[in-house]
């Protein structure tokens, strides 16, 4: 059997550090789990309705929460943050306003930060997003690999991994199909590994994207 464990919480503490923020007693702890993922599918929504992406990649790499008891800090790791900014300054305080109204938070203050990734596809949710618009448009599955493992060595990365999973190209029988280039040393907990999985709904059925990144060494 194949004993599999996230990259990312394999490596909490050593390379890898959370993305939210906070302490809370055991009896609110779920509460405040949920409105973490409020305040992101919040942002995802916002960002998918609102934004006409011509490539189809959202550009949001990650998003880290940090609460204290009068303030809600949400902070945007965006690689095309000119989606956001250009044209309307509104446009975060719009966002705002959204999440307060989503999450009722009366007595806190919320704060939105965006910063951006220098080397967008640096990022495996970045890549995940543009290898799910190709396969979207129809495109040869091999060939959005080939493309997405292409951009990641642009970005100077040390190895890349993709794998999809699914009734690749309409087949009756689902797979799971592979790629790599460079190292990819996943037992090694020193190594910095970034990962992520995503789905996407193409008009086959729903396919499973995953994409490890091997960064450098500590």
Known sequence: MGQKINPLGFRLGTTQSHDSFWFAQPTNYSENLQEDKKIRDCIKNYIQKNIRVSSGVEGIGRIK???RIDLIQVIIYMGFPKLLIEGK???IEELQTNIQKKLNCVN???NIAITRIGNAYKHPNILA??????LKNRVS???AMKKAIELTEQAGTKGVQVQIAGRIDGKEIARVEWIREGRVPLQTIRAKIDYCSYTVRTIYGVLGIKV???LNKE
């Open 89 to 91: 300054p509104q446009r």
């Open 65 to 67: 929460i940090q609460k």
């Open 212 to 214: 490890w990144i091997f």
């Open 108 to 110: 806190r203050k919320l």
């Open 141 to 143: 599955f091999r060939k």
């Open 129 to 134: 997003e543009f290898i799910a618009g190709q």
